[in-house]
């Protein structure tokens, strides 16, 4: 049997995994003890005590500032918050609270991680803008800039730069590692009152509401499952080495924001709210997953309509 530390797990990564455990999903991996490690891991006990059992392990420390860290054979570091506010409104302590995490998890990791599978879920950020002539951001291409990007995403996308070079350093030291690119995910634990399309979609949705569609521009994005991830997370922890492989972690399956709106008003029925566009400006994050699928044998079990449905717990017809 075996074990899976959740680094920064009381997130919608965090519960997603309890999710996918409390339903026997993580039995490929024989893991039959979870240990979700963040600042409020306790809170759980609270607000989602479905997710817990005998079995899971919530410990309230502080990535940027423990000493010491209990040995997991699996571990996936996803410490980082994602609320787009934070990063307006207290933007260098985000990225140096990203950067402190992972530079003190690389120091720990050498003392009590030397025998772990190691997955980081770093960001599609990192590549910096996506030019309109690029269909799909690959793995091998060369980091674009940062700069032009959303204000919100800037200090993230460095942040996530950075660490990806710091557990590339865990790697050389031997050390079993491997990275995770993720892009954009739908499930029922997405927060839903958040910078999230998709989650304030729904919301708007189970409350009767018009969806407002924002966006000023053509926007482009892919959705993948929770399932999914916490499968795919998995089988990169399970083929870490000192090499240190990148994936983009995602779907490919991409829909126009004002088209995703119309898939959530059908499903319940409300109406949309939009603009005009007033650029001809095309805002894309869309990634290849073909490296994935070809070294990995990993594609994605759900399309986006079923995706939807599973989140809100309704069938799929």
Request: aromatic content about 10%; overall charge negative; charged content about 25%.
């Given at each position: 049997?075996?074990?899976?530390?959740?680094?920064?797990?009381?997130?919608?990564?965090?519960?997603?995994?309890?999710?996918?455990?409390?339903?026997?999903?993580?039995?490929?991996?024989?893991?039959?003890?979870?240990?979700?490690?963040?600042?409020?891991?306790?809170?759980?006990?609270?607000?989602?005590?479905?997710?817990?059992?005998?079995?899971?392990?919530?410990?309230?420390?502080?990535?940027?500032?423990?000493?010491?860290?209990?040995?997991?054979?699996?571990?996936?570091?996803?410490?980082?918050?994602?609320?787009?506010?934070?990063?307006?409104?207290?933007?260098?302590?985000?990225?140096?609270?990203?950067?402190?995490?992972?530079?003190?998890?690389?120091?720990?990791?050498?003392?009590?991680?030397?025998?772990?599978?190691?997955?980081?879920?770093?960001?599609?950020?990192?590549?910096?803008?996506?030019?309109?002539?690029?269909?799909?951001?690959?793995?091998?291409?060369?980091?674009?800039?940062?700069?032009?990007?959303?204000?919100?995403?800037?200090?993230?996308?460095?942040?996530?730069?950075?660490?990806?070079?710091?557990?590339?350093?865990?790697?050389?030291?031997?050390?079993?590692?491997?990275?995770?690119?993720?892009?954009?995910?739908?499930?029922?634990?997405?927060?839903?009152?958040?910078?999230?399309?998709?989650?304030?979609?729904?919301?708007?949705?189970?409350?009767?509401?018009?969806?407002?569609?924002?966006?000023?521009?053509?926007?482009?994005?892919?959705?993948?499952?929770?399932?999914?991830?916490?499968?795919?997370?998995?089988?990169?922890?399970?083929?870490?080495?000192?090499?240190?492989?990148?994936?983009?972690?995602?779907?490919?399956?991409?829909?126009?924001?004002?088209?995703l709106a119309d898939i959530v008003a059908n499903i319940f029925n409300v109406r949309i709210k939009s603009s005009e566009n007033?650029?001809?400006?095309?805002?894309?994050?869309?990634?290849?997953?073909?490296?994935?699928?070809?070294?990995?044998?990993?594609?994605?079990?759900?399309?986006?309509?079923?995706?939807?449905?599973?989140?809100?717990?309704?069938?799929?017809?």
């Amino acid at each position: 049997m075996a074990s899976l530390l959740v680094i920064g797990g009381s997130g919608f990564f965090g519960k997603s995994f309890l999710d996918s455990f409390q339903r026997g999903l993580l039995r490929p991996w024989s893991i039959d003890k979870v240990l979700i490690l963040s600042r409020h891991a306790t809170d759980l006990l609270t607000s989602h005590p479905e997710l817990l059992s005998g079995a899971i392990e919530l410990i309230d420390v502080d990535i940027t500032t423990v000493d010491f860290l209990p040995f997991a054979d699996y571990v996936v570091h996803a410490a980082a918050s994602t609320d787009a506010s934070r990063y307006l409104s207290h933007n260098e302590e985000e990225k140096k609270n990203i950067i402190m995490g992972i530079l003190n998890y690389c120091q720990l990791a050498t003392r009590f991680h030397k025998d772990s599978m190691i997955v980081f879920t770093s960001s599609g950020a990192v590549y910096g803008y996506q030019p309109e002539y690029v269909k799909y951001l690959t793995e091998d291409m060369a980091f674009g800039d940062i700069e032009n990007l959303d204000e919100v995403k800037k200090s993230y996308a460095y942040a996530k730069r950075d660490a990806e070079s710091a557990i590339q350093k865990l790697g050389q030291a031997g050390l079993n590692v491997s990275i995770a690119r993720c892009f954009s995910f739908i499930g029922k634990y997405l927060p839903r009152d958040q910078h999230f399309a998709i989650g304030n979609f729904i919301a708007d949705g189970l409350t009767g509401r018009d969806i407002n569609v924002k966006a000023d521009r053509k926007v482009y994005r892919s959705y993948m499952y929770a399932d999914d991830l916490v499968k795919w997370l998995m089988t990169l922890a399970d083929n870490a080495n000192p090499k240190c492989p990148i994936y983009n972690v995602a779907s490919d399956e991409e829909v126009e924001i004002k088209e995703l709106a119309d898939i959530v008003a059908n499903i319940f029925n409300v109406r949309i709210k939009s603009s005009e566009n007033s650029t001809k400006h095309i805002d894309r994050y869309i990634p290849s997953v073909k490296k994935a699928d070809n070294e990995l044998g990993l594609r994605n079990g759900y399309e986006l309509k079923k995706s939807i449905l599973m989140s809100i717990n309704k069938p799929f017809v």
